[in-house]
Each structure stands twice: as structure tokens, then as C-alpha cells.
């Protein structure tokens, strides 16, 4: 059965302190790797799509990779406007997007 | 970028009545779209997968005589909300995918049932 997992649920970072935040994925055919932000009462904004292992994309203080088996999303140096929800999606054959449940990050000033 | 518009962004309504949600592709045609709820601090969950001229497809245990989903044309589909009770009370969203591998989401729908 296809699946994504994120991990941590929730992570609390002080600005400036770099993290990761890991999406690990089962998923047969992978068509593409989505990273998504979302805020409180709004529909997800797009970030990123990763297509094969070895990619990555850089957006601001945010870097995506790509492995077989999981995604890692990469915040530098973070700032308070990052804390959010990120989540991460797969798109199999059927173009039915996966959602993993996201992590709830806030950064504190 | 492609845009998705979704409206009403937030809905109150009284219990028994209906609602109408609905989504559109601003600059980009959709043959298909999905519809997503989301429950607070929970992901995206997919309700149904609406098909341009024809009917929709809904996911396991989703009440296909209670989400009424219509997809008359390449850039609108709505989605309908039929005798709405509170614990029908959710975030909608709706999201189309593009010709590259992409989905492009709505603003969602913030349904309140009283």
C-alpha cells in the first residue's frame, strides 16, 4: 500500500537554528515529490516538486532532497514567517496525491 | 503559476440545508480535479476525484448521495453539500493538477454546520 510518513509531528526551533524535516514514502511508479506549506485556514501553497533521487531544488532558507526512499526538507537559519505546516505529498500513477500528515513547525523569536 | 480559485472561502450554514463549493482553474484546463477535507491538525484526506463529463469517483466510505461533485467543464467543478448535519463541519479543498506533475490547490472552504 502507498504511504507517506512525516516525521517529526511538531517541531519547536529557535530563529536561526537550522533543522530537517523528513518525509519517507512507499509508493510504487513515483511520479513526483511535493513539499507544500500551509497555514492556519488556507489551502496549500506549492514549494517544491521532486522528480528522481538526487534532485534537489533551494527556495530561500529552504533546500528539498530526494532519495529512493525518503525527502528531506532542509530550513536554514530560520526566521518566524517559517512557522507553518509542511507538508510533503507523492504522486503515484493514478494521480491520486498522497498526503503525509505534516509537520507543525514554529519558530520562535 | 497556475491558479485554482475556491469559493465561498468560508460558510455557515444550518443543519439540513445544502451547500454549494465551488473550484475553479483560473488559467489552465482541468479534465480532472480532486476534493480534499481536512480535519484541524490532520492532512488532506480525498474525498473524490471529479471527471470532466462524467461521474465522479469517490473514495471508500465517502457518502457519494451526500457530496453531490459536478464537473461540467474544463475549468469548474462544485461540490454540494446535501442536508449538511455539524459533523459535516470541515476544511474543504479542492486541487487541480497540471500538464507537468503538480497539484494546485484551492484556498479552501471553511464549513461551519449549526
Known amino acids: 500500500e502507498d504511504q507517506v510518513t512525516q516525521s517529526p509531528e511538531a517541531l519547536r526551533l529557535q530563529e536561526g537554528e537550522s533543522s530537517s524535516l523528513n518525509c519517507s514514502y512507499t509508493v510504487s511508479g513515483l511520479r513526483g515529490l511535493f513539499w507544500y506549506r500551509q497555514d492556519p485556514g488556507k489551502g496549500p501553497e506549492f514549494l517544491f516538486t521532486l522528480y528522481s533521487a538526487g534532485e534537489e531544488k533551494e527556495k530561500e532558507r529552504l533546500k528539498a532532497t530526494l532519495t529512493k526512499k525518503e525527502s528531506f526538507l532542509h530550513i536554514t537559519a530560520p526566521k518566524p514567517e517559517d512557522s507553518a505546516t509542511y507538508l510533503c505529498a507523492v504522486l503515484p500513477p493514478d494521480d491520486k496525491i498522497i498526503f503525509g500528515k505534516g509537520t507543525r513547525l514554529h519558530i520562535l523569536p | 503559476g497556475a491558479v485554482v480559485s475556491q469559493h465561498p472561502s468560508r460558510v455557515i450554514c444550518k443543519s439540513g440545508t445544502s451547500v454549494k463549493i465551488e473550484c475553479r482553474s483560473l488559467?489552465?484546463?482541468?479534465?480532472?480535479m480532486f476534493w480534499y477535507r481536512q480535519f484541524p491538525k490532520q492532512s488532506l484526506m480525498l474525498m473524490a476525484t471529479?471527471?470532466?463529463?462524467?461521474?465522479?469517483?469517490?473514495e471508500q466510505g465517502v457518502e457519494k448521495d451526500k457530496f453531490l461533485i459536478n464537473h461540467a467543464s474544463l475549468t469548474l467543478s462544485t461540490l454540494t453539500v446535501t442536508s449538511a448535519h455539524p459533523e459535516d463541519s470541515s476544511f474543504y479543498i479542492c486541487?487541480?493538477?497540471?500538464?507537468?506533475?503538480?497539484?494546485?490547490f484551492g484556498q479552501g472552504t471553511r464549513l461551519t454546520v449549526v
Open positions: 471529479s471527471n470532466e463529463g462524467s461521474k465522479a469517483t469517490y
Open positions: 486541487s487541480a493538477n497540471g500538464q507537468v506533475p503538480q497539484a494546485f
Open positions: 488559467d489552465f484546463q482541468a479534465t480532472t
